[in-house]
């Protein structure tokens, strides 16, 4: 049993499609004045066409995103970035039995950490919208840290502040490159 487990944020702990489709239906709502009648399964799914699993640069996903809607007035991309950047974050949707887990986990002793690229006003809202911040002992964004994943420095800064080697610590995530390659650069035992 590991000491400490620390895990990848987007695409591990969070459903990123069912978080988009929950956004969906807020995009909707919001700019029904601006678009002709669609629904939001069609919102939802432009989203992910443009969104290659949140790797393309967030210009470009709305750029995309907003060619492959029926437009009654298309808004301006800065008011899309704006919406995105405000209301994403909190259509985030917790992957299927992560509050069971996770209080499993923590129940048992096991230091709990979350370590991702991102910036930190967008990736904050999302932790504070799963409402798991009670098992976790660290929180490591890449923006604030200064480098990311799979960078080993930024799994080193996670692991000073759980205060657990790598060798008793597993690291879960979703990307082949930046979660598996660069959590087992410094000895994590990558999930």
Not at 155 to 170: D, K, M, P, Q, S
């Amino acid at each position: 049993m590991p000491q400490a487990i620390l895990f990848d944020l987007d695409e591990t702990l969070t459903d990123r499609t069912q978080s988009i489709v929950h956004y969906a239906e807020r995009f909707q709502h919001d700019f029904t004045d601006h678009l002709a009648s669609t629904t939001v399964s069609t919102i939802a799914a432009a989203i992910l066409t443009a969104d290659v699993r949140g790797y393309r640069p967030r210009e470009e996903i709305l750029r995309d995103f907003s060619q492959r809607l029926p437009w009654r007035t298309v808004p301006d991309v800065s008011r899309l970035r704006m919406h995105w950047d405000t209301c994403f974050p909190l259509s985030v949707v917790a992957r299927v039995g992560l509050e069971e887990t996770l209080s499993a986990l923590h129940t048992r002793g096991i230091h709990l950490g979350i370590v991702t690229n991102g910036e930190v006003r967008f990736q904050e809202p999302k932790i504070k919208q799963l409402s798991i911040g009670r098992y976790l002992s660290t929180v490591v964004i890449s923006e604030a840290v200064q480098v990311q994943k799979p960078d080993p420095r930024i799994f080193a800064h996670a692991l000073a502040e759980v205060g657990c080697a790598a060798l008793h610590t597993w690291f879960v995530g979703d990307h082949p490159i930046d979660d598996v390659l660069g959590a087992a650069a410094v000895g994590l035992r990558p999930i």
